[in-house]
């Protein structure tokens, strides 16, 4: 029976990746994605660093008892505010998909995953009146984006000392933004139209990460992640934009006061400005340098397994890049409650969380949303 | 046994996201300039004009042999103008009676004409049937050799056209002494010739259907053959001939644009298209403007169709036609207002992925069938044809 369960929440999922869209996705190359599996989901991030499943830190691999594969599905229920309008949203995303495991007879672990980067799903309607011959005609404008940039990670992670994990990970960007403007117009003597356009996106990235046990109960988690650039390519065109992506340095604690309760908190600092003039230049608003940062805790019912019924809770804070106008900073806040429950002599998990999340940006962008994540995490 | 419960719990909580997760709505309102990468489409309007001696007319795709309808008129589709409809039976001048060829009186006789349209305004219009001389040549009708026998010595009968329907079925019943009016002489030779002929309050006209419409004209006798204790038979006569013939046959002015008449005018037009229009444009909108050089022609209140269409390939006068693309327009008689077309649906024709020539075959329709002429003005008299579009440039999708 677990294993038709299991059957059949993998036969789910799909091969693409996205997370969940959001009106603050529509600028510049999207929301960015967290890289997070839906356990380091329930405590708002705040144990990333130190989860396997997730891809934030290459080092994590180093956790890895045996080869792991975790599966990630979120449903976004949003409700989003604009000057034009409210409306409530859905999407069904699938963010993180990781595997990996270590290298039998020696201090060294392998992993690649698959996780979203950037999303830019939308869908906006634009009602407005144009005048056409002289006459003023009624037009409804739908611009539509599906897709993003997607970071395939292949990493490695190496542990010299039972204390410390070095792990270090090559990105791969890919990805496609389908975009389809549409209008139609209230005289019937004009023709709908119907222009599409695909966006392909390829660069690479590197990324290096440490994790350090600093004291019995204590680990350190450092990172540093270049991301190079990203080619934007509009369908057969050749010529290419380029833009640049982040540096991204960040740095994590886990504490284990008791064996029951763990807390901890990560930051990161993204310095989106390096993109800014290239998106300046292909006319789009311009990019910010963020900061993100989360911290929580995780109750554990039996400290023998941890991953059975666990309780977690975490609080979210993020800086968004891409800004909808120039001189303002959108901002994410979120709260999170988790759990999970492993059975199949722990070969198997299944985690979800739920969090609560705000965005804002000035007093005229405004979304709030339920985002449920599901993850499997299967050991053969 | 104790975590059972909490199991399927877990395992239900994950079934319901997944499945809760699997339907997309994303669809909400938007704002510009915030929420609109690329701006929001822009609409422009250009006029293309016909290239300079590419616009012409030609004559003689279908000619009145080939139509289902005879013209019969007065004083359409201009106040010089009379048409009048000819028809030649033949009916046998004995029948087989009790197994014996016979002669025959004609006690009564019907005439039925599908009056395929007229003009309902005009009261009392009334279809005139003359009697024609037996012997007239159909190969060689002359105008000027039939109108003198429209005279009310060779008058047969007339019947009145409905005011409440363009189309109807007529029949003309003889009896009496009017048989005699249709009476068939041995130097007849058993046919009968019948003109056609139109007359109302005011200039008027129809649109009689011929032996090749759906009800071709008839007659049909009711005679007496000649034996002892006859009883009534009814024979048929055979129509092997029905045509028209009109006074004036309008010359074609090269210099105008010229669709319609008999035989039949189109006009081929070739643009010039851009690559810009060609590539990178998504057309909502491509109004053809004609504007008449004359009075357009035609009966009043049954207006023919004005065509457009794009060519598949231009081979020049006999270029075949994109059979999808076509815009059409009513053309009223009597309007010397520009003449719009919507033919959005034949430029599109023209873009990447088709490339059609750019280029349009302008004619009416029904062909041969239809009063509806008209003459435009070309590029090198009067006001050129040209082609009002709207349209939406590329959209800058990789603007972020």
């Known amino acids: ?58 080092a994590s691999l180093a956790y890895l008892g045996s080869l792991t594969a975790t599966f990630t599905a979120l449903g976004d229920y ?52 144009v005048t056409l011959r002289g006459v003023p005609v009624g037009v409804n404008d739908t611009i ?26 090559a990105h791969i960007f890919t990805g496609i933004n389908r975009l389809d403007v549409h209008r139609v117009f209230s005289d019937s ?99 910010v340098n963020t900061v993100e940062a989360s911290a929580g805790l995780e109750l554990i019912h039996n400290p023998r397994r941890p991953e059975r019924r666990p309780i977690r809770l975490g609080f979210r804070y993020a800086q ?7 001189g303002v900073t959108a901002r994410e806040y979120g709260v999170s409650l988790g759990s999970g429950y492993s059975f199949a002599a722990d070969r198997a998990v299944i985690d979800f969380s739920v969090e609560r999340a705000w965005r804002r940006q000035d007093s005229q962008f405004s979304e709030h949303a339920w985002i449920v994540t599901a993850g499997v995490t299967v050991r053969p | ?87 030649r039976f033949t009916r046998p001048d004995s029948v087989t009676y009790r197994d014996t060829l016979r002669a025959y009186t004609v006690d009564s006789a019907q005439f039925t004409l599908l009056v395929v349209a007229h003009d309902t305004a005009v009261h009392d219009a009334k279809i005139q049937l003359y009697r024609l001389p037996s012997s007239i040549d159909t190969t060689a009708l002359a105008y000027a050799a039939l109108a003198p026998l429209f005279t009310p010595a060779n008058f047969v009968g007339e019947v009145a056209l409905p005011d409440t329907a363009t189309a109807d079925t007529v029949r003309l019943k003889l009896t009496g002494a009017a048989v005699g009016q249709i009476a068939i002489q041995p130097s007849d030779f ?44 009814t024979i048929g006569a055979t129509n092997d001939f029905a045509g028209y013939i009109t006074r004036q046959t309008p010359a074609v002015d090269p210099t105008l644009l010229t669709v319609g008449g008999v035989p039949s005018s189109r006009v081929l037009i070739r643009f010039p298209w851009s690559a810009r229009l060609r590539d990178s444009v998504t057309i909502v909108r491509a109004t053809l403007e004609l504007v008449p050089a004359q009075p357009t022609q035609g009966l009043p209140n049954d207006a023919g169709t004005l065509n457009v269409r794009g060519l598949a390939t231009d081979f020049g006068a006999k270029s075949p036609v994109e059979p999808l693309s076509l815009g059409a327009v009513t053309l009223p008689a009597n309007t010397t207002d520009t003449v ?42 009067g006001a050129a044809p040209q082609i009002r579009i709207n349209y939406l440039p590329r959209f800058p999708f990789s603007s972020p």
């Open chain 1, 189 to 287: 003597a004009y023709l709908p139209s119907r222009q599409r356009s695909e966006l392909s996106y390829a660069g690479f990235g590197m990324s290096l990460g440490v994790l350090g046990q600093l004291t019995r109960t204590l680990t350190l988690g450092l990172l540093a992640r270049s991301d190079g650039h990203v080619s934007v390519q509009e369908d057969s065109l050749p010529q290419q934009q380029r833009v640049d992506l982040p540096i991204t340095l960040g740095a994590a604690l886990q504490w284990w006061p008791t064996a029951k309760l763990r807390l901890g908190g990560q930051v990161l600092r993204h310095n989106w400005s390096s993109a800014n003039n290239d998106i300046i230049a292909n006319g789009g608003v311009g990019a």
């Open chain 1, 144 to 169: 539509e984006s599906r897709g993003g940039i997607n970071d395939f990670q292949l990493a490695v992670a190496w542990r010299p000392t039972k204390r410390l994990a070095i792990g270090l990970g």
């Open chain 2, 1 to 87: 046994m104790r975590d059972r419960p909490a199991r399927l719990l877990g395992l239900m909580l994950a079934l319901a996201a997944g499945v809760a997760a699997c339907s997309e709505h994303l669809t909400q309102p938007g704002q510009c300039p915030e929420l609109c990468p690329g701006g929001t489409p822009v609409g422009q309007e250009e006029i293309i004009t016909a290239l300079p001696d590419n616009d012409s007319t030609f004559t003689g795709y279908t000619d009145a042999s080939a139509t289902a309808v005879m013209l019969v008129g007065s004083g359409i589709p201009t106040p010089a103008d009379t048409s009048y409809g000819v028809l």
């Open chain 1, 78 to 129: 949003r409700s989003s505010t604009d000057p034009a309008g409210t409306a409530s949203v859905r999407d069904p995303r699938f963010p993180q998909f990781a595997l990996g495991g270590p290298i039998p007879r020696k201090p060294l672990w392998v992993g690649l995953s698959y996780s979203n980067y950037t999303t830019r799903d939308y869908s906006l309607v634009f009602p407005a009146t």
């Open chain 1, 1 to 58: 029976m677990r294993r038709i369960v299991l059957l059949a929440l993998l036969a789910g999922v799909p091969a693409a990746a996205a997370a969940q869209s959001s009106e603050f996705g529509v600028r510049g190359l999207g929301l960015p994605g967290r890289e997070q599996s839906a356990r380091a989901m329930g405590s708002a991030g705040a144990f990333a660093f130190f989860d396997p499943g997730s891809s934030v830190t290459p």
């Open chain 1, 320 to 326: 968004l890049p891409f800004p909808l106008a120039t």
């Open chain 2, 190 to 233: 058993s046919k009968l010739a019948i003109g056609i002929a139109i007359t109302g309050s005011a200039s008027t006209g129809g649109r009689v259907g011929n032996r090749l419409s759906v009800l071709p004209p008839s007659l049909l006798s009711y005679i007496t053959p000649t034996a002892a204790s006859p009883s009534p038979l």
């Open chain 2, 340 to 381: 719009r077309v919507e033919i959005a649906g034949v430029l599109q024709f023209w873009q990447a992925g088709l490339l059609r020539p750019p280029a349009i075959f302008v004619s009416i329709s029904p062909e041969v069938e239809t009063f509806t002429r008209a003459a435009f003005g070309s590029s090198r008299t």
